[in-house]
């Protein structure tokens, strides 16, 4: 993914609307993607996965979308609610080159009350 | 189970000298990953230790180095320290290479 450093790209979305953050990956040989959620002053926190084998993955309230065509991931959040505000980064790697994540820039969400 | 637990959260140091982060991995991890982030350049891996062995290493110069103990405990050492080592050390833990687990980060304000 590509980092875009302080100037996060920002989704506001209306509490209790869906919310859908997309992510271009870089390396079509990975084969595992990690979505992570962090909340200031925290580390990041896991949310969902999914490996190459699968396009689709649910969980609760949230659905990670893969599309290896075009190396794009996205993530689903049904009925955002304001706790959901946070950054979110997706995270790709290979299985054979252990725990080395690759992170995207992050897309800020902002849920309106 | 507690998570994964990281000393100090919180550090001040000067150029030139040197530092030395931990991190504790949840009950039953032997792998633990450090990552720096900061607003320029995101979240960057550093390196990988798994077994008291590093299996796999960023691109980050010598400067910063790691360890880990049988325990599965981990340091990191950044020697010769630089005004953009400021950032947020990140550790994160996992059973083997699977899911990682991260903690709440040390934040590394270099002066």
């Known amino acids: 993914g590509e980092s875009v450093g302080l100037h996060l790209p920002t989704l506001s979305v209306q509490e209790g609307d869906n919310s859908i953050i997309n992510c271009a990956y870089s390396?079509?040989?990975?084969?595992?993607f990690i979505w992570y959620k962090q909340e200031s002053g925290k580390g990041p926190q896991f949310i969902i996965d999914i490996r190459s084998n699968m396009d689709k993955r649910q969980g609760q309230r949230v659905t990670v979308l893969l599309n290896k065509t075009v190396k794009h991931l996205s993530l689903q959040i049904a009925a955002t609610q304001p706790g959901d505000s946070a950054v979110y980064f997706c995270a790709e790697t290979l299985g054979n080159a252990g725990n080395m994540l690759t992170f995207g820039g992050g897309t800020r969400l902002m849920v309106k009350p | 189970k507690a998570g994964v637990t990281q000393t100090p959260r919180y550090l001040i140091k000067t150029r030139g000298q040197q530092v030395t982060l931990s991190c504790s991995p949840i009950s039953g991890h032997r792998s633990v990953s450090w990552y720096q982030q900061t607003p320029g350049q995101g979240l960057q891996f550093l390196f990988e230790?798994?077994?008291?062995?590093?299996?796999n290493k960023g691109n980050f110069p010598g400067r910063f180095s790691g360890r880990q103990f049988s325990n599965s405990r981990s340091e990191m050492n950044v020697s010769t320290l630089e005004l953009g080592d400021s950032a947020l050390y990140l550790c994160a833990s996992s059973q083997t290479a699977d899911t990682q687990y991260f903690g709440p980060g040390t934040r590394l304000t270099v002066l």
């Open positions: 230790y798994f077994s008291e062995t590093q299996r």
């Open positions: 390396n079509s040989a990975s084969d595992y």
